[in-house]
């Protein structure tokens, strides 16, 4: 090899030097943004994947600035896609801490007014004020052939199940699936299954506007009004809907 051929083109300067400027400022980037993290959002598992990940957009990054043609363009599309999925686990981060945030604060005021807080699957609720109670207190369950207080119950127990039914998320067992086997299931989600086959029951006679209108009142704590919202329909419509839904499924597992 000749020694013409050892020494380095300005060209090639150029470009080396190109890749550590970029190279730099990303690592920089990385420190900054590691270092603006809650420590409860530096949890080590989830702090090393975001800074692999950036740093391996830092990489493409460099690359592509040193690039041309379809290089260029095949290392600017990796970049994107790391920085999009560490823009994804960032949010997602935010998001849950703000959820439990949120719960624990609603949780707070509300048992300091005295109301009743439930926990069921994982999920925080004001059971003294959510949807069906406020339809049961403004007289939205009345005027129907059922007394207001046995469609609450059935209300109640619609809710419950599918509180629980929301957990059956194994992949082997999609929810509303009840395995057929003849022998129990084993384990904690035992009554999660029964709760699916329950909601199962209960849904099996429901027009699919009825489902709909008990999924948000009873299931989501959503009241008539913002169901009626959501559903582009009429309230008195959906108090029908409402109150003839739960007939029938209070109906379907012999709730009177």
């Known amino acids: 090899m000749s020694i013409n051929a050892e020494i380095e083109s300005p060209q090639q300067a150029a470009i080396r030097a190109a890749i550590r ?28 994947e975001i800074a692999r990940d950036l740093k391996a957009a830092a990489k493409a990054r460099a690359i592509a600035e040193a690039a041309a043609g379809a290089s260029r363009k095949a290392a600017l599309a990796r970049a994107g896609e790391l920085e999009a999925r560490v ?70 127990r619609y809710r419950d199940a599918f509180e629980r039914a929301s957990g059956l998320t194994t992949p082997a067992r999609p929810i509303g699936v009840t395995p057929r086997t003849g022998k129990p299931s084993a384990g904690p989600q035992d009554a999660v299954f029964r709760a699916a086959d329950r909601l199962a029951r209960m ?15 009873c299931g989501m704590d959503m009241t008539v009004g913002a169901t009626a919202q959501a559903l582009k329909a009429g309230a008195p419509s959906v108090r029908n809907a409402l109150r003839a839904g739960l007939r029938l499924a209070g109906e379907a597992v012999g709730a009177w």
């Not at 990303?26 to 420590?39: F, M, N, P």
């Not at 686990?89 to 007014?113: M, N, P, V």
């Open 21 to 48: 400027a970029a190279r730099e400022r990303r690592e920089a980037e990385i420190r900054a943004r590691i270092r603006s993290l809650s420590d409860e959002d530096r949890r080590p598992a989830v702090a090393a």
């Open 87 to 156: 823009g994804s686990a960032l949010q997602a981060q935010l998001d849950a801490r703000w959820a439990l945030a949120a719960a624990a604060e609603t949780t707070r005021l509300a048992r300091a007014r005295g109301e009743t807080v439930d926990e069921v699957a994982g999920r925080t609720r004001v059971s003294s004020r959510g949807g069906l109670q406020l339809a049961f207190e403004r007289g939205q369950l009345a005027g129907g052939a059922v007394k207001p207080e046995l469609l609450l119950a059935a209300g109640e």
């Open 203 to 217: 849904r099996a006679g429901l027009s699919e506007r009825q489902r709909a209108v008990l999924d948000r009142v």
